[in-house]
Each structure stands twice: as structure tokens, then as C-alpha cells.
Nanobody
Framework: VQLQASGGGLVQAGGSLRLSCAVS????????MGWFRQAPGKEREFVAA????????DYTDSVKGRFTISRDSAKNTVYLQMNSLKPEDTAVYYC?????????????????WGQGTQVTVSS
């Protein structure tokens, strides 16, 4: 199983980035996908999750209205569109996969993780 996150970078406050996570080695359509982030000196935190069908999404309050999670089953890829970025969004962003929509905000619910991609937002 491999989750390959990409799309991070350095952007000014107010800018946008789109993260991608390409998944291989599992049946993508059977997995709930999530994005988490970890800033220096802080614990890993939930950002967003999307159900197997894509019909249900969940976001942490701090990104609602700015970030959008989506998935493309034809490409086995989950995306995180990030708009109106703020310096406090600076972190390493990780994608993750779990077989069930059970406590999707908990990192312990996820059995498969990507390697992370760095997002830095300058003020």
C-alpha cells in the first residue's frame, strides 16, 4: 500500500495550493480518505475527511469555507484544495486511508498513511 502526497510548497498568505494524494495497493473506492497536518511542536490534527462515495465530507472548523476535499476514483487520488491560506496553516500535511467512516477525525482510525508534504504560508 502506498499513499503519495504532493503539491505542497511556499505560498503567501491569501494564496492557494492544491494537495494531491495518489493511492496504490488498495481498492481506493472502499476507503475513507482523510487529511491531517502537523505543525512544529504540535500534535497531528485532523483537517478533512471524505467518505468512500464522496457524498459526505467533514472539516475541522478552522478550515471550513477555505479548504475543499475531493476524490477521483478514476485516478485513485484524493485532493485538498486550500484557498485563502493563513500562516497558521503552515504544517506538514498527511493523507490517510481507513476502511470505515468511524471517528474519521481521529488519527488512530486510519491504518494507512502517506509520507507528508510541507505547506508553508508566509505573512
Amino acid at each position: 500500500v502506498q499513499l503519495q502526497a504532493s503539491g505542497g510548497g511556499l505560498v503567501q498568505a491569501g494564496g492557494s495550493l492544491r494537495l494531491s494524494c495518489a493511492v496504490s495497493g488498495l481498492t481506493f473506492s472502499r476507503y475513507v480518505m482523510g487529511w491531517f497536518r502537523q505543525a512544529p511542536g504540535k500534535e497531528r490534527e485532523f483537517v478533512a475527511a471524505i467518505s468512500r462515495s464522496g457524498a459526505t465530507t467533514d472539516y475541522t472548523d478552522s478550515v471550513k469555507g477555505r479548504f475543499t476535499i475531493s476524490r477521483d476514483s478514476a485516478k485513485n487520488t484524493v485532493y485538498l484544495q486550500m484557498n485563502s491560506l493563513k500562516p497558521e496553516d503552515t504544517a506538514v500535511y498527511y493523507c490517510a486511508a481507513t476502511g470505515e467512516w468511524v471517528y474519521p477525525r481521529r488519527s488512530t482510525s486510519y491504518g494507512h498513511w502517506g509520507q507528508g508534504t510541507q505547506v508553508t504560508v508566509s505573512s
